[in-house]
């Protein structure tokens, strides 16, 4: 705050100016004593509070707008300390449904355009978010490229890292999934997040299947916080070493009611205790932002007033922002939210900034060359196959255990024409490089048991089209689909386009607004499940099949990738070991 603020401040306080907005007869939600304070009026001086108390009378001028709360509950806008933002839609749509759903601030990963697009991406996207009536704050992200030896993934110089720390829009450091870069102490990892914490920046953790001696190493690291823990014995853990917990209720994951429900049976302290979602797909979107995981919070037996904190007050306690924002006191932002209903957690308007959100924001239109991360040629089917001789072949396969988690299985399949033949159960995959420059081919068991195939530009962190299916021709024509439209994701089947979800900006957001992407995007699941695949969320599939920091194993452009050692696995498995 500039000092002629803290000047008109104290001037608005003491009554020798009037307040522009003054909140009558609240219900406050005070997050810093845990308390529900009655009869409460608050007053907002520009961007700032300027009042809170029992009577405003002072503050009120005659241009001063009344709200007349009628003893509704009013609480601090609503934070998403972790999330990705930089899939599917635009953030000024992204924006527009979370101010509608309580949340005023984002702080953002933006791990995948800045994957793809490299510097220049996260720099356009940072400035885009800059313009939507949200606060958000991203990050350079900590996990790209995975390993560098086999990833197409952009990586950031010195350089760039702190010209992008000198912004006040960005944090530090997103969530760093190689976690064993840190354990083994990689040098240009560990330069990074020197760079970082000497900037003053905040480091996300990423600690999945982590524990003991290395989990500690981490956490020693100067990484303050992880989302990944599934279950309440992975969360006590880091919270005894010190670290923040942020809970997941969000699109890849669901652990919240879980994991709050054995915190509050225990009555285990929450102040390091933040509620996230991880990214949100356009149709979870409908059902909430962070009001959604409250409202989940609250199901799980956490106080109210416990559970507003998390998604508020602990959040930015933990990045450093608790004197400007988190809660409803004097000199604070204004940030607030009138809530019809704490039972629903029913948002009736949010104000952000003193001002009453209108929903409106500005765009930032994307530069041409954001339009051109796909250029390659058209494919045939026959760029598909994979010769072999003889009646049938003995192939190492991708066995999907959950959408996301993988291991390493083993089939024999037919041989037709020289060439590998798919079948209802073991389907074909490919991860061809968005230039066309490379391509593996292998196979994939537990996606579907019908006939057809799918394409996709949206994989995490790393940029090749992935495409799955059991006939070469139905492939090649999502495929080819996804090409035109210089990004998508394109189900086909029996030569039919069943569903096709345009991403021409990067290959992984539309330029549509919310409410059509949402419906192609249902459409898009809907089509995996007409392909006979049974995952819960069968989209997640070939947005992971070449995330190399997940077991087990993985395909990108240059093969199929164990991910315990980094090594190859050749498709089709030698005589010499097919019988062993």
């Given at each position: 705050m500039e000092?002629?603020?803290?000047t008109?401040l104290?001037?608005a306080?003491?009554g020798?100016?009037?307040?522009?907005?003054?909140?009558?007869?609240?219900?406050?939600v005070?997050?810093?004593t845990g308390?529900i304070?009655?009869?409460?009026?608050?007053?907002?001086?520009k961007?700032?509070?300027s009042?809170?108390?029992p009577?405003?009378?002072?503050?009120?001028?005659?241009?001063?707008?009344?709200?007349?709360?009628?003893?509704r509950?009013?609480?601090?806008?609503?934070?998403?300390?972790?999330?990705h933002?930089?899939q599917?839609?635009?953030?000024?749509?992204?924006?527009?449904?979370?101010?509608?759903?309580?949340?005023?601030?984002?702080?953002?990963?933006p791990?995948?355009?800045?994957?793809?697009c490299?510097?220049?991406?996260?720099?356009?996207?940072?400035?885009?978010?800059?313009?939507?009536?949200?606060?958000?704050?991203?990050?350079?992200?900590?996990g790209?490229?995975?390993?560098?030896?086999?990833?197409?993934a952009?990586?950031m110089?010195?350089?760039?890292i702190?010209?992008?720390?000198?912004?006040?829009?960005?944090?530090?450091?997103?969530?760093?999934?190689?976690?064993?870069?840190?354990i083994?102490?990689?040098?240009?990892?560990?330069?990074?997040?020197a760079?970082?914490?000497e900037?003053?920046g905040?480091?996300?953790?990423?600690?999945?299947?982590?524990?003991?001696?290395?989990?500690?190493?981490?956490?020693?690291s100067?990484?303050t916080?992880c989302?990944?823990?599934i279950?309440?014995?992975q969360?006590i853990?880091?919270?005894?070493?010190g670290m923040?917990?942020?809970?997941?209720e969000?699109?890849i994951r669901?652990?919240?009611?879980?994991?709050?429900?054995?915190?509050?049976?225990?009555?285990?302290d929450t102040?390091?205790l933040m509620l996230?979602?991880?990214?949100?797909?356009?149709?979870d979107?409908?059902?909430?932002?962070?009001?959604h995981?409250?409202?989940e919070?609250?199901?799980?037996g956490v106080?109210?007033v416990?559970?507003?904190?998390?998604?508020?007050?602990n959040?930015f306690?933990?990045?450093?922002m608790?004197?400007?924002?988190?809660?409803?006191?004097?000199?604070?932002?204004?940030?607030?939210i009138?809530l019809?209903?704490?039972?629903?957690?029913?948002?009736?308007?949010t104000?952000?900034?003193?001002?009453i959100?209108?929903?409106?924001?500005?765009t930032?239109k994307?530069?041409?060359?954001?339009?051109?991360?796909?250029?390659?040629d058209?494919?045939?089917?026959?760029?598909?196959?994979?010769?072999?001789?003889?009646?049938e072949?003995?192939v190492?396969?991708i066995?999907?255990?959950t959408?996301?988690i993988?291991?390493?299985?083993?089939?024999t399949l037919?041989?037709?024409?020289?060439k590998?033949?798919?079948?209802?159960t073991?389907?074909?995959?490919?991860?061809i490089?968005?230039?066309?420059?490379?391509?593996?081919l292998?196979?994939?068991?537990?996606?579907?048991?019908?006939h057809?195939?799918?394409?996709?530009?949206?994989?995490?962190?790393?940029?090749?089209i992935?495409?799955?299916?059991n006939s070469?021709?139905?492939?090649?024509?999502a495929?080819?689909?996804v090409?035109k439209?210089?990004?998508?994701?394109?189900?086909?089947i029996?030569?039919?386009?069943?569903?096709?979800?345009?991403?021409?900006?990067?290959?992984?957001?539309?330029?549509?607004?919310?409410?059509d992407?949402?419906?192609?995007?249902?459409?898009?699941q809907?089509?995996?499940?007409?392909?006979g695949?049974?995952?819960?969320?069968?989209?997640?599939?070939p947005?992971?099949?070449?995330?190399l920091?997940?077991?087990s194993?993985?395909?990108?452009s240059?093969g199929?990738?164990?991910?315990?050692?980094?090594?190859?696995?050749p498709?089709?498995?030698p005589?010499?070991?097919?019988?062993?």
């Open positions: 000092q002629t603020e803290i008109e104290v001037q306080l003491s020798e100016r009037a307040s522009h907005v003054v909140i009558k007869n609240c219900s406050l005070s997050v810093y308390e304070i009655p009869d409460t009026d608050i007053a907002i001086y961007s700032y509070v009042y809170v108390g009577d405003a009378a002072q503050m009120t001028g005659k241009d001063t707008r009344i709200i007349d709360a009628k003893n509950y009013v609480a601090p806008g609503l934070a998403d300390p972790h999330t933002i930089d599917f839609i635009l953030p000024h749509h992204v924006a527009r449904h979370a101010i509608s759903h309580g949340t005023t601030t984002l702080f953002s990963d791990v995948d355009i800045t994957s793809v490299g510097y220049d991406g996260l720099v356009w996207f940072a400035d885009a978010c800059s313009m939507v009536q949200a606060r958000v704050f991203n990050c350079i992200p900590g790209v490229p995975v390993d560098p030896k086999l990833s197409s952009k990586s110089t010195q350089e760039q702190r010209n992008l720390m000198d912004r006040d829009d960005i944090f530090g450091m997103g969530e760093v999934f190689a976690w064993t870069k840190v083994k102490q990689d040098i240009d990892t560990i330069q990074n997040m760079t970082i914490q900037m003053g905040i480091i996300n953790g990423h600690t999945a299947g982590m524990s003991g001696t290395k989990l500690a190493i981490y956490a020693a100067g990484i916080s989302h990944e823990p279950n309440y014995d969360t853990e880091r919270l005894r070493m923040y917990v942020m809970v997941r969000g699109s669901r652990d919240l009611y879980g994991i709050l429900k054995e915190i509050s049976s225990r009555r285990i102040s390091r996230c979602t991880d990214g949100l797909n356009p149709t979107m409908q059902a909430g932002h962070m009001d995981c409250v409202r919070a609250i199901r799980a106080d109210p416990q559970a507003i904190s998390m998604a508020s007050l959040v306690r933990y990045y450093r608790d004197h400007m924002l988190g809660g409803i006191s004097v000199g604070r932002l204004a940030d607030i009138l019809n209903d704490m039972d629903s957690f029913d948002i009736g308007a104000i952000i900034g003193g001002q959100s209108t929903n409106h924001n500005q930032n994307a530069p041409q060359w954001l339009y051109e991360t796909v250029g390659m058209m494919l045939s089917d026959t760029d598909l196959a994979v010769p072999a001789q003889g009646d072949v003995a190492n396969t066995l999907l255990q959408e996301i993988t291991k390493l299985g083993r089939a037919p041989i037709q024409d020289g590998v033949c798919a079948t209802d073991v389907w074909k995959v490919a991860a490089k968005r230039d066309g420059t490379q391509k593996a292998g196979f994939l068991e537990n996606f579907g048991t019908k057809g195939g799918m394409a996709t530009t949206a994989t995490f962190h790393d940029n090749d992935i495409a799955i299916g070469d021709a139905d492939m090649a024509t495929i080819n689909q090409i439209s210089r990004g998508a994701t394109t189900a086909v029996h030569g039919e386009i069943r569903a096709h979800m345009p991403l021409p900006i990067a290959g992984i957001i539309s330029e549509m607004e919310m409410d992407v949402s419906e192609q995007f249902v459409r898009v809907q089509s995996f499940k007409e392909l695949c049974t995952h819960r969320e069968p989209h997640l599939i947005l992971f099949l070449p995330f920091a997940l077991p194993i993985r395909i990108q240059n199929l990738i164990n991910v315990k050692d980094g090594a190859i696995i498709t089709i498995i005589l010499s070991e097919a019988h062993v």
